[in-house]
């Protein structure tokens, strides 16, 4: 059948119906419990939410347990302040090949979304995106403000027009192509932890209060928080 004989038979046949609309967003609670079970299903770890001043001592007991180069996005800086053994992206990670030795990432999110663990890095929050994908680990920062329930919400809160570069990510580099087999860090990072913090603390609770929701076994993790 030609295609014009094809579009004659739909004329045809086919009942003319209004557009549905737009795709209504499924029901999922924003919750930091529900984002915290799919980071793990991902092969990630979920820190947190931790009262701001148990802040520094987790962060500083990543960095000294990564055991290699530890390069914080432009981003992070003001949360590190007084931790020692990390440095900034040089030049500003305009040029990647000098984050190709980097063991561990310090990120910030600007969204995190309860459906599929998604975390959002954008021009805004990292503008040397190369740290994402060249570092061996990766803690990405993530205000307990910034949760949402679903993919539809945060996409709908994005600025127009969006920023130059922006990426989803949920858990660390994995890919079944080859044999139906998981590989993870095949293309990036080997683990994320997301580690969720108060921007203040609230009243009542007690500084260091913490949940960890560890990597599934065989997973690559970035260990030692409280």
Request: glycine residues 10%; hydrophobic residues 45%.
């Amino acid at each position: 059948m030609d295609e014009r004989a094809f579009i004659d038979r739909f004329r045809r046949s086919g009942e003319r119906r209004p557009h549905p609309g737009a795709y209504p967003p499924p029901a999922y609670e924003a919750s930091w419990e529900r984002f915290g079970r799919m980071l793990v299903a991902v092969g990630g770890t979920f820190v947190g939410p931790l009262a701001r001043p148990a802040l520094p001592p987790a962060i500083a007991q990543a960095v000294a347990r990564a055991g290699g180069r530890c390069v914080a996005s432009v981003s992070a800086v003001r949360l590190l302040t007084g931790i020692p053994g990390w440095q900034t992206a040089p030049d500003g990670g305009e040029k990647p090949h000098r984050l190709a030795d980097v063991e561990l990432g310090i990120l910030t999110a600007e969204v995190a979304v309860a459906e599929n663990a998604a975390l959002l890095l954008s021009a805004t929050s990292l503008p040397e995106r190369a740290l994402a994908f060249l570092a061996q680990h990766l803690l990405v920062l993530v205000p307990s403000t910034v949760l949402v329930p679903d993919l539809v919400t945060a996409q709908k809160a994005l600025p127009v027009p969006p920023p130059h570069h922006l990426t989803w990510m949920s858990g660390p580099s994995k890919t079944a192509d080859i044999e139906q087999t998981l590989v993870v860090g095949a293309h990036g990072a080997r683990s994320l932890t997301a580690l969720a913090y108060q921007p203040w603390c609230s009243r009542g609770e007690p500084p260091g209060s913490a949940r960890r929701v560890p990597a599934r076994e065989g997973l690559g993790t970035l260990s030692g928080f409280p």
